[in-house]
């Protein structure tokens, strides 16, 4: 199983950035993809996620608004349109797969139920 992240980059406050995570070696239907971050100093924290069982979202506060997850099983290809980006985002963004239960609805944020990662891409948001 491998995740790969990118598109990030340095970008000014109130700027944009559309983030990529390409999973190879599983097939999504079976499985919620969440992004983390982790700025400098600080543990990860959970970002979005999305379900390919059964199309359901979630948000941390903090992004909520300016943040989508959007999924494209085709390209076997999870997307995070960061929009209004605030400095407080600069973090390095991660990619993560979390398998589902037969039944299971929705996502997870939370760190520990995700078990393959991909390496991360760095976000900076600075004038």
């Known amino acids: 199983v491998q995740l790969q992240a990118s598109g990030g980059g340095l970008v000014q406050p109130g700027g944009s950035l559309r983030l990529s995570c390409v999973v190879s070696?599983?097939?999504?239907?079976?499985?919620?993809i969440g992004w983390f971050r982790q700025a400098p100093g600080k543990g990860h924290e959970a970002v979005s996620c999305l379900s390919f069982s059964d199309s359901r979202t979630d948000y941390t506060d903090s992004v909520k608004g300016r943040f989508t997850i959007s999924g494209d099983s085709a390209k076997n290809t999870v997307y995070l349109q960061m929009n209004s980006l605030k400095p407080e985002d600069t973090a390095v963004y991660y990619c993560a797969s979390d398998y589902l239960p037969l039944g299971k609805s929705g996502c997870s944020l939370t760190y520990d139920d995700y078990d393959y990662w991909g390496q991360g891409t760095q976000v900076t948001v600075s004038s």
């Open positions: 070696g599983l097939t999504l239907d079976y499985y919620a």
